[in-house]
């Protein structure tokens, strides 16, 4: 569905009108008429709705261009600029003149907002302008549009929002002494005037509708004034929104001006991957500077229909992955191997391919994007990220060293403070943030006649500031056996092997920032880390848009995270569990959720809620085909011992009655999305068992069905890059048609109900890659591609079907066999099983005359559970060895079949011969596997990327006993996670 996009946007002073010889009359208490003063210069204002990712979505019937269509905004002023009680209708008054003088629109997003000095309304200004008071600013108080009108009036007017300010927002605003909130309502119609700079247009004669506009520039007797003078010599206006936003961001980030602007989004050049698509990181964009849009969105529709939904969740935007995709490390110097920088997973390039994909889609009409934007708010930047850098300088500037503080100096008995680099030098506040920026207002720019909203809300990495290492580690950084690893996951995230990340990122790999006492981490996650959040992307940290036919309802994290549990046996999922958001749902969300249900019940909307944190996600070590063969549950009231299970990973701690028992288990709310989990599935309440008293593990537990999300591929090749970067080939007419009517009859039966449930839907990670276990094929360390979520809707509001909309690199099968052998384990084999070993056994005196050796593995179990159950078979071994500024040497082994086993076949006995004399961490062992149908669920592991080896250190030991001489190849499993850079003499 096209819509048109618009911006508003306010212009103080007041600009001087050309139209000054018409004497507006306006209706004033108690029937008497005054003229505005033309020379007046108006009033300091801002908008707090509609924002960047909070847009006004305005829906106008086709033929109806006159009828009660109005733009809706929540506006602050000064309270001493307003004379008189801010409820008087003198107060209104003033402000409805000033609306009409200040307020301005222009088409698209113009970075300059070049307007009509103009007035908005020539006649009848208060049947066209509506204001309200709603009260001072405060954090917890709900702000609602329309709030005065009479329910036949808000029956009219179609757009409605209502929102919880955030408080650092607020107090951001209030130490600039905008403290008084105010609804406005605006004709649609009369906006028009502003478009078409012509007196015949009026609020009379109200036919040329929102899709005639010609944009200024295009008008060659149009007088613009550009609306941001602080980029031209001598301007000040520092009462002005767009202003304050963009000193708050200036010098914020890498260096002079970096905060200012936007990065440029563009294709080529960015890393050394050819057509690559992505933001071009610390390449500044003048024509895109930072500043408080205000997009509204108009839709000319014959009829209402419900809106579908595309669901972006968990982008990780991580600046540091441009840095490393320039590297030209290798982690064996042989022509075998490419640079590990181009097997990099970058998350913003990943994003950018799913944003093209909505905006060409013509089933998404809004996008709901359901936190964790990015994965901390201060990053690395440096000039061309690293663009013909040595792999020791790409180390250096992602270093994580830090400065020796006195009092760090004091309680380590130093006399001196260590020589070490400050991380600082590169690492900069809000470089993701202005990735996320570009991204938003490129998607925004592609077609303005043909936009699409985008609604964001906050998620708990948005809200941390310090970078953690590629690997960090917990109890110390000195090497130990014993240490724990904070989030294991992270290399995989980045599609690289424990072994990889680490060299690829340096010495500091293992950094945690901040310590407390005891030397474990502090938790990175501080509520005030959102003042940045809430300030670029949207005011409401809770909201509500009310369109025709549904209410998108949006809930922030809130201020606060749990994610380890002190108290033993209160909860099944560990103590490092994933965090879960402790003051969501607040009783602030609950009331918002009231009205929202009050004003809906007038015009039967159906609710869709959505946030970053989960109602119902199963534990990633839950093959899917358990999940969807069995049952779980969910319990949302608490007794002694009753508390968070695996079926409910990374929820929420107040109000679960009300939500779950009211919301889901009653039906009164159609969908909700989220994310957080990294892993996209469809679940269903099939059972709901309540009770009045609180039995622990019995009272308040809804049933849930676990569902595969169908895959939604399109049936043409897209424009955009996305098949030169692993996008899925196209298959004709998708995938999902087969499921989803299975999905639905399936969820109606277990419930037994004849109307659908409540959809909980969760999304893949779209930036980093996501989480996959189907068939416990790696324990839960199984990777997938990124990807989107689409939700269509039927034209009665119901949902048509859900489709995953994949995209990106795929997973490499050699990094998800680096965590099995150092994590995972099954009830049919542990680690030991892949401790690999190839071993082969001579006569003595034999190994110096044979002309080959023939090796076999001797830990075979899991070799042969790859190949049989995954189809993942052995295609070759080789082994190499490094020597300092030498050509690595290789020896090839052949797989051959002997007596019905194979073996590997090693004709160069002289080089073999000489590794076992191989001195310090220089020998290492590529295993490659192919990928073919025969597996028994060779699907769980089609998707993966085959086309790089698994490496791994290695030691070759001879042993004589009995006449007999062994040879032993062992993969080594400690040294499969930490490069020794003492003996890693690789430079390029």
């Known amino acids: 569905m096209p819509a048109e996009l618009g911006d508003l946007f306010w212009v103080y002073p007041a600009p001087q009108a050309e139209n000054l010889e018409v004497n507006i009359q306006q209706e004033l208490a108690g029937g008497e008429g005054a003229v505005v003063d033309e020379q007046s210069g108006g009033l300091p204002a801002m908008i707090l709705y509609p924002a960047l990712c909070t847009p006004e979505v305005v829906m106008i019937k086709t033929g109806e261009e006159d009828g009660d ?57 208060t049947e066209n302008i509506h204001v309200g008071y709603l009260g001072t600013l405060k954090s917890k108080t709900i702000y609602q549009t329309s709030q005065d009108l009479d329910a036949d009036q808000q029956n009219k007017v179609k757009g409605h929002f209502l929102g919880l300010v955030d408080e650092r927002v607020q107090r951001f605003y209030k130490d600039q002494k905008f403290t008084e909130v105010y609804w406005v309502s605006v004709r649609v119609s009369a906006l028009v005037n502003l478009y078409k700079n012509s ?107 419900p809106l579908n939904i595309g669901q972006i969740s968990d982008i990780h935007i991580n600046s540091r992955q441009q840095v490393l995709a320039n590297s030209t490390q290798k982690i064996i110097n042989h022509d075998d191997f490419q640079p590990l920088g181009e097997m990099v997973n970058i998350a913003s390039h990943n994003t950018k391919l799913i944003l093209d994909r909505f905006a060409q889609d013509p089933e998404v009409d809004v996008v709901l994007i359901t936190g964790d934007i990015l994965d901390f708010i201060r990053n690395s930047w440096c000039e061309n990220m690293a663009r013909g850098k040595t792999p020791e300088e790409v180390r250096e500037i992602l270093s994580l060293k830090q400065r020796w503080t006195d009092r760090t100096k004091k309680s380590l008995g130093l006399k001196k403070r260590k020589p070490e680099e400050t ?53 110390g950084s000195k090497p130990s056996k014993v240490r724990k690893k904070t989030d294991a996951f992270i290399p995989a995230s980045h599609n690289l092997t424990m072994y990889e990340a680490a060299l690829c990122f340096g010495k500091s790999y293992d950094r945690i920032v901040k310590r407390n006492s005891m030397g474990t981490p502090k938790t990175a996650f501080k509520a005030d880390h959102f003042r940045w959040f809430y300030l670029l992307f949207t005011p409401f940290c809770d909201y509500a848009a009310q369109l025709p036919q549904q209410s998108l309802m949006g809930m922030g994290w809130g201020y606060d995270e749990d994610m380890i549990t002190l108290v033993p046996g209160r909860t099944e999922q560990g103590r490092g569990h994933l965090p879960l958001s402790t003051d969501q749902i607040s009783d602030q969300v609950v009331s918002l959720l009231d009205k929202l249900k009050e004003r809906d019940n007038q015009r039967e909307r159906k609710k869709i809620l959505f946030s970053h944190f989960t109602f119902v996600s199963y534990h990633n070590m839950i093959p899917e085909y358990k999940a969807i063969t069995g049952k779980g549950e969910v319990h949302y009231t608490w007794g002694k011992q009753h508390q968070f299970n695996k079926n409910d990973m990374g929820t929420f701690h107040l109000n679960r009655v009300r939500l779950y028992r009211e919301g889901i288990a009653e039906r009164k709310i159609q969908c909700l999305l989220s994310g957080h989990t990294h892993r996209r599935a469809i679940y269903a309440i099939t059972g709901h068992e309540k009770s009045s008293k609180l039995i622990p593990g019995k009272s308040g537990t809804l049933s849930t069905q676990y569902y595969r999300v169908p895959v939604d591929v399109p049936s043409g090749r897209l424009s955009c890059s996305a098949a030169a970067h692993g996008a899925l080939p196209p298959i004709p007419g998708g995938m999902f048609k087969q499921d989803w009517d299975e999905i639905r009859q399936n969820a109606r039966t277990e419930a037994h109900i004849q109307e ?72 049919a084999y542990s680690k030991s099983d892949l401790q690999l070993c190839l071993q082969a056994n001579f006569a003595e005196g034999e190994e110096y005359t044979l002309g080959q050796y023939d090796f076999k593995l001797t830990n075979t179990k899991m070799i042969n559970e790859l190949e049989n159950k995954f189809g993942a078979k052995v295609e070759s071994i080789a082994l190499y060895q490094n020597w300092q500024f030498l050509q690595t040497e290789k020896v090839s082994m052949t797989p051959t079949l002997e007596q019905g086993k194979v073996v590997y076949r090693v004709t160069d006995t002289a080089g073999l011969r000489g590794l076992q004399y191989t001195i310090g961490r220089r020998l290492y062992m590529a295993i490659k596997f192919q990928h073919t149908p025969y597996g028994e669920h060779y699907e769980a592991t089609q998707d993966y990327d085959f086309s790089t080896p698994w490496v791994s250190e290695v030691k070759v030991k001879r042993n004589c006993k009995k006449g007999r001489v062994t040879y032993s190849i062992e993969r080594q499993n400690y040294w499969s996670m930490q490069p020794k850079f003492a003996e890693y003499h690789i430079t390029h």
């Open 423 to 475: 991380y600082l030098k590169y690492y900069k506040d809000n470089v993701d943030l202005l990735v996320v920026y570009s991204l938003i207002v490129d998607f925004y720019k592609k077609d303005i006649d043909n936009a699409k909203p985008v609604f964001v809300v906050s998620g708990n990495h948005d809200g941390y500031l310090e970078p953690v290492a590629m690997f960090p580690t917990l109890l």
């Open 69 to 125: 269509y109005f733009v809706e905004l929540l506006m602050l002023f000064k309270g001493d600029t307003l004379e008189g009680e801010k409820n008087s209708d003198p107060v209104k008054n003033k402000i409805r003149q000033c609306v009409n003088k200040q307020l301005k629109i222009v088409k698209g997003l113009d970075a300059e907002k070049k307007y009509d000095p103009n007035m908005v309304i020539t006649d009848n200004l």
């Open 756 to 827: 659908d449930p409540t959809w909980i839907i969760v999304s893949d990670a779209s930036g980093s890659l996501t989480r996959r276990n189907q068939r416990d094929e790696f324990g839960e360390f199984g990777n997938g591609r990124c990807s989107g979520i689409k939700v269509v809707f039927n034209a009665d509001t119901s949902v048509k079907r859900v489709a995953a909309l994949p995209i990106g690199f795929g997973p490499r099968f050699a990094v998800a066999l680096d965590y099995f052998a150092a994590y995972g384990k099954t009830d």
């Open 199 to 305: 007196q015949e247009t009026t609020a009379k004669n109200p036919k040329r509708t929102i899709s005639q506009i010609t944009p200024p520039e295009k008008r060659p007797d149009f007088k613009y004034q550009p609306h941001m003078p602080w980029i031209f010599p001598g301007a000040d206006q520092k009462n002005d929104q767009d202003y304050l936003i963009y000193h708050e961001f200036k010098n914020k980030a890498a260096e002079m001006n970096q905060g200012q602007y936007g990065f440029r989004v563009r294709q080529g050049s960015i890393t050394n991957r050819p057509n690559d698509d992505d933001v071009a990181v610390g390449e500044l964009d003048p024509d895109n500077p930072v500043q408080a849009y205000h997009p509204v969105f108009f839709y000319m529709v014959n009829d209402f229909r």
